[in-house]
Structures are given as structure tokens and as C-alpha cells.
């Protein structure tokens, strides 16, 4: 079994910053991309960065400029650092990643419990 836990988040003022992590626990062979994704209440979860093994990065164009994803492969955890947060940038955040396991063939995309990010104005 894998799991993922999220840490961070919370409440913080427009032009604040705040910082997310995810590690990636269990039964791992490998992980290939890790990622960042949101929902805010009524719209459809989305991209926010995404990160490969080779550290190839994607970014929503929301957010570039401000957010940084980065990750440690030897701890196998994914960082997320916000600055110059907007109120449109409340909502829930998930971590994604895509991981290899012994025993199994296919590779599995596993997800985060969420959390809440909430930007005052």
C-alpha cells in the first residue's frame, strides 16, 4: 500500500506565502512525475506544477512566477512554496504522484488527502 501525506497550508493574507509538502510513503519501487493540483469549491480540480524525475517542471500559467515545486527524491517528497499568494488561490491542494511498486507491473497514480490553502483579501 502507498500512502501520501500533506503538511502545510492554511490561512495567510494576499501577498503572503505559505509552503506545502507531500511524502510518499509504503510500497515503492520508483516514483516517475509528482505533482501539485487544486479545487476551489465549484470548479474542476487543476493543474498547478508538475515535477519529473529528471526535474522537468510544468507550471500553470496562474501561478507562474509565484509558486515553486520541487522535490526530494531521496525522501520521496514533493515541495510546493507560494509566495505572493491571491485570493483566487484558495482552495484545496492535492498531491499527485505517479508510482511503481513491488510486485505490481503498472504504474498507479496515487493522491493526497488534500489541503486547504485560504487567502484573505
Known amino acids: 500500500q502507498v500512502q501520501l501525506v500533506e503538511s502545510g497550508g492554511g490561512l495567510v493574507q494576499a501577498g503572503g506565502s505559505l509552503g506545502l509538502s507531500c511524502a510518499a510513503s509504503?510500497?515503492?519501487?520508483?516514483?516517475?512525475?509528482m505533482g501539485w493540483y487544486r479545487q476551489a469549491p465549484g470548479k474542476q480540480r487543476e493543474l498547478v506544477a508538475t515535477?519529473?524525475?529528471?526535474?522537468?517542471?510544468t507550471y500553470a500559467d496562474s501561478v507562474k512566477g509565484r509558486f515553486t515545486i520541487s522535490r526530494d527524491n531521496a525522501k520521496n517528497t514533493v515541495y510546493l512554496q507560494m509566495n505572493s499568494l491571491k485570493p483566487e488561490d484558495t482552495a484545496v491542494y492535492y498531491c499527485n504522484a505517479d508510482i511503481k511498486s513491488w510486485g505490481r507491473i503498472q504504474t498507479v497514480s496515487y493522491w493526497g488527502q488534500g489541503t486547504q490553502v485560504t487567502v484573505s483579501s
Open positions: 515535477i519529473t524525475t529528471g526535474s522537468r517542471i
Open positions: 509504503g510500497n515503492i519501487l520508483s516514483i516517475n512525475a
